[in-house]
């Protein structure tokens, strides 16, 4: 069965620390992929999406993700997180037609 | 950017009665809206998917006659949890898609509470 597996469930950074949130999937067809924020209180937002092209890529506040298909990844990166970034994150692929997986989310609390 | 709202943001019923929750796109066309559960401190889980103007498709496990998903328009797509009971006190979280885009919208979510 298709799957999304984000490696770490809580995640605890200084400010200024980098970030790396790991995001792997199991589907041997054509993928989108996705990774989602939820601040505190509020409602999922996009934070950057891969449909096809150059497989890094960059997305708001300073994040970006890379795709590298022949390990089935998705990571999302950030080189100097803030106190503001602090958040859950989910991994999303949607499967050729509409389906999106998401992944169990990382909680990232990061200290000021 | 594309935004979708929910109605009601939260809702607290007792066990038997139905609650009805709103989906709308107010800034686009949503050809298809989804309709997700979620859990305290787990992810989203896909209950259905609908397209305007036909029959919503109900993932493994979802009880379609609990869960009754409208979509008369465009806009608007509607989740209705018939004969609630305390289980179904979850998150609910529709999003919305435009056309062929794979990216979907999120609404900001309902807080069902099934007494």
Not at chain 1, 73 to 78: C, E, Q
Not at chain 2, 73 to 93: M, Q
């Amino acid at each position: 069965a298709q799957s999304v597996s984000q490696h770490n469930h809580h995640v605890i950074l200084s400010e200024a620390a980098s970030l790396e949130l790991g995001c792997n999937y199991s589907y041997g067809g054509t993928v989108n992929l996705f990774w989602y924020v939820q601040y505190p209180g509020q409602h999922l937002q996009l934070l950057l999406k891969y449909f096809s092209g150059d497989p890094l890529v960059k997305g708001i506040k300073g994040f970006e993700a890379e795709f590298i298909k022949s390990k089935f990844s998705f990571n999302l990166r950030k080189p100097s997180v803030q106190w503001s970034d602090t958040a859950e994150y989910f991994c999303a692929v949607n499967l050729e037609g509409f389906k999106t997986i998401f992944g169990a989310g990382t909680r990232l609390f990061v200290k000021a | 950017g594309a935004v979708v709202s929910q109605h009601p943001s939260r809702v607290i019923c007792k066990s038997g009665t139905s609650v009805k929750i709103e989906c709308r796109s107010l800034d686009f066309q949503a050809t298809t809206m989804f309709w997700y559960r979620q859990f305290p401190k787990q992810s989203l889980m896909l209950m259905a998917t609908s397209n305007e103007g036909s029959k919503a498709t109900y993932e493994q496990g979802v009880e379609k006659d609990k869960f009754l998903i409208n979509h008369a328009s465009l806009t608007l797509s509607t989740l209705t949890v018939t004969s609630a009971h305390p289980e179904d006190s979850s998150f609910y979280i529709c999003s919305a898609a435009q056309g062929s885009t794979r990216e979907q919208f999120f609404g900001p979510g309902t807080r069902l509470t099934v007494l």
